[in-house]
């Protein structure tokens, strides 16, 4: 697989709306992998959170759109309580899904969630899961 | 003494048993909750998009509501409408071009001016009642039962609207010991029990729940403490699955701090809705002689 890096990925729009919605500076990051280490779902990511952000701020949005990272994110805000560059990583997250959310595609397949889920969940779970993993 | 209180939706359904064992609680401490006359959903998960204020609009409007009582300040149980209120007062207060934003949107309103205080429960038993009335009210100490605390995220998570220290919050423990429990720390209770994704992704919310659960049992805890109706789901209905797989482990029971605290205050365990546990509460608590009036 060939990756390209250059003027035109670091300065490319996806980067800019990265900013635009996170409001974070993402060459604030230095990969000092903080955020990965404390990720209490990391275990089930294709990309750990630290390669996410890398990926970002190199613009490589196919890679990162491929990986299940930011579907699995949580939005439990330990790497962002935690960053030492102050990096909210949470909010970074929610751009990155923003992004794709906002191609009005759905990353959770309601009708396949088994009717027994439904009734024995808080709503919360169900309109939180919603909220932010569907267009 | 009263104060103004947002339930929010799982608290009318799921979470009766928060609801019913925290008025009766207060009650018994001098303190009514009052139900805002009319609330909407404080919209569950904060947006963090930057370019947008929709999301805060529902969990703005429920705080016009708190001052359409004549209040300026709201009591939370949820820790979720705790976060998305908290955030949102916290959002309009630093970004007055948001906070007019959303005002001029929902000109049939008052305005919004950053004017209320949102608070949780455990802050009001600290800050407002305090430890030592509440000592001075408890009936029946729960002794001989060691519990674990489990704070989750949103109580905590991001710095500047956390209860309580981030990485060792303590408040929990306080109101705990202070009602006789044998308080068992645990290296799982801040971490997150997989949230939301219990809709999409349910089978690494369960490895969530069980490394938090079998770290418990194996601090000795007969239960965990929580605040959280989404964790004590996560944590409650997965046990099922646990207890069929794994021979050498029997369950462990999920409970709301106030349930404890009601049961404390020598109140009728009636209140407690324990039916409603995922995890029965009512075996365990009748072996250490907690539950005879």
């Known amino acids: ?135 | 003494m009263t104060l103004s209180y947002y339930p929010g939706c799982t608290l009318k359904t799921k979470a009766k048993n928060l609801e019913d064992s925290a008025i009766a609680a207060m009650e018994a401490l001098g303190m009514e909750l009052v139900e805002l006359p009319r609330w909407n959903c404080c919209g569950t998960v904060y947006s963090f998009a930057g370019d947008e204020e929709l999301h805060q609009l529902a969990p703005v409007r429920n705080l016009i509501r708190v001052k359409e009582t004549g209040s300026d300040k709201v009591a939370t149980l949820c820790s979720f409408c705790y976060n998305t209120l908290k955030r949102a007062d916290l959002l309009v207060r630093n970004n007055p071009d948001k906070m007019h934003t959303l005002n001029t949107f929902m000109e049939e309103e008052i305005d919004y001016e950053g004017d209320v205080d949102v608070v949780h429960l455990l802050e009001v038993l600290r800050d407002d009642v305090g430890w030592d009335a509440i000592a001075e009210k408890v009936q029946k100490p729960l002794e001989g039962l060691k519990v674990a605390p489990y704070y989750g995220c949103t109580l905590l998570r991001p710095e500047d609207i956390a209860i309580d220290d981030v990485e060792r919050p303590t408040i929990m423990h306080d109101l705990l010991k202070t009602i006789g429990c044998n308080v068992v720390d645990f290296p799982y209770a801040t971490e997150c029990c997989g949230s939301y994704q219990i809709i999409s992704n349910p089978d690494f919310v369960s490895q969530r729940a069980w490394d938090i659960l079998s770290s418990a049992v194996r601090r000795k805890a007969d239960a965990i403490v929580l605040t959280c109706p989404l964790c004590d789901a996560n944590l409650g209905q997965t046990q099922k699955e646990f207890i069929e797989k794994r021979s050498d482990f029997t369950g462990i029971p999920i409970l709301y701090f106030t349930q404890l605290l009601a049961l404390a205050l020598g109140l009728d365990p009636e209140v407690c809705r324990f039916e409603l546990n995922y995890v029965d509460p009512r075996p365990l608590l009748e072996s250490k002689g907690l539950l005879r009036q």
């Open chain 1, 1 to 135: 697989m060939r990756t390209e890096i250059s003027t035109e990925t670091l300065y490319s729009d996806f980067v800019k709306k990265v900013e635009e919605i996170s409001e974070q500076k993402l060459l604030s990051c230095y990969q000092c992998g903080k955020c990965s280490a404390g990720c209490p779902m990391c275990f089930a990511m294709d990309l750990l959170p630290n390669q996410i952000i890398r990926l970002a701020q190199l613009g490589q949005e196919d890679d990162i759109a491929r990986a299940n990272t930011i579907w699995i994110c949580a939005s439990c805000i330990t790497c962002s309580v935690r960053c030492p560059r102050g990096v909210d990583l949470a909010r970074v997250m929610e751009a990155l899904r923003l992004i794709e959310a906002r191609k009005n595609v759905d990353h959770v397949e309601i009708p396949d969630i088994p009717k027994e889920t439904i009734a024995e969940l808080p709503q919360l779970a169900m309109v939180g899961g919603f909220r932010k993993l569907t267009a």
